[in-house]
């Protein structure tokens, strides 16, 4: 899977590719079809696929003060385009140069000229360029002008809703992981390097492995059903604190993995904690003793639910 870089220009066995054009943050149900359009779009011509992004999000860039509301990192994203079929991923840099690019600009400069693309695939709600003055009419438009073909792909409906990133994150602030999953058709999940900790949880029998929570989205603080998998491939099963663990001054944020069965040393190295069910909020205990009580309850109940899918 290569990965370009918006400002340089495609190399030219990338070059007219289809183009699949979004944020693709948590690439949900909604943002497969745009995808998947393009890939197939992509296939019957003989040409490459692209899938591009942005990064960061620019409601980052223009909002920079905000909570973070990540649901993928970069490498996330590249892997999924990969499965998806993409043979390559763009990304576009999202700064003030790009964010002052006119609609018109954007498609013949940088689709069109820099990356030389066929065609693009967007979503019936896509906007882009300086003031969001573009949308897919704009793209068929100036597209037609420069030998650029644009597509648009409806939205998906789940319930009678749409798919969508927010209502996503909406699931996880809410503790609903069953939701979220649903919505992206995989657990939601966050992929960090190991930390070494205060190492509370190895002195009461529960060694976790320690994991900053970065630009992610933060889901709803308590105990979770989770499955990690480590560098090698394995995928072990596991119960997670994810906040700031009240019973222990002073408060820290962190997610928390404990994985059954496991006793090899994880520091330095990079897993991905995926949220399958939710147990229970935070609390405070009195005593280490009820903590590790209440653990051991955690423990087993995450172990039935994980069981049982």
């Known amino acids: 899977m290569t990965r370009l870089d918006s400002r340089e220009r495609v190399p030219a066995p990338l070059r007219g590719a289809i183009v699949a054009l979004g944020n693709f943050d948590g690439f949900h149900q909604g943002h497969q079809a745009v995808a998947g359009e393009a890939v197939r779009w992509a296939k019957e011509q003989g040409r490459p696929a692209i899938i591009a992004t942005f990064d960061p999000h620019p409601v980052r860039h223009f909002a920079p003060h905000i909570p973070p509301f990540r649901l993928t990192t970069l490498d996330q994203r590249e892997e999924l385009f990969g499965a998806a079929g993409a043979d390559a991923m763009l990304v576009f840099h999202f700064d003030d140069a790009l964010a002052g690019t006119t609609a018109e600009d954007f498609v013949r400069e940088l689709l069109a000229g820099r990356i030389g693309a066929a065609g693009v695939v967007t979503g019936e709600d896509f906007t882009f360029g300086k003031g969001r003055g573009g949308n897919v009419q704009v793209l068929r438009d100036v597209g037609a002008t420069c030998g650029l073909e644009a597509r648009a792909v409806g939205p998906v409906l789940e319930s009678r809703e749409v798919v969508s990133s927010s209502r996503i994150r909406d699931a996880l602030k809410a503790g609903e992981c069953e939701t979220a999953t649903r919505l992206l058709t995989r657990p939601f999940a966050i992929r960090g390097v190991v930390q070494h900790g205060d190492k509370r949880g190895r002195e009461i029998g529960y060694p976790t492995a320690n ?4 630009t992610y989205l933060r889901p709803r603080y308590g105990i979770y059903a989770v ?28 997610l928390e993995p404990y994985f059954f069965d496991f006793s090899g040393d994880l520091y330095g190295q990079e897993i991905e904690v995926a949220f399958h069910h939710f147990l229970r909020p935070e609390a405070k205990f009195d005593s280490l003793d009820a903590l590790m009580a209440q653990m051991e309850k955690d423990c087993e109940e995450a172990k039935r639910l994980l069981a049982a899918e």
């Open 211 to 214: 994991l900053p929570l970065g």
């Open 227 to 254: 499955t990690g998998r480590l560098p090698d491939g394995r995928v072990l099963k596991g119960a997670a604190n994810l906040g700031v663990r009240p019973t222990f001054d002073p408060p820290k944020e962190l």
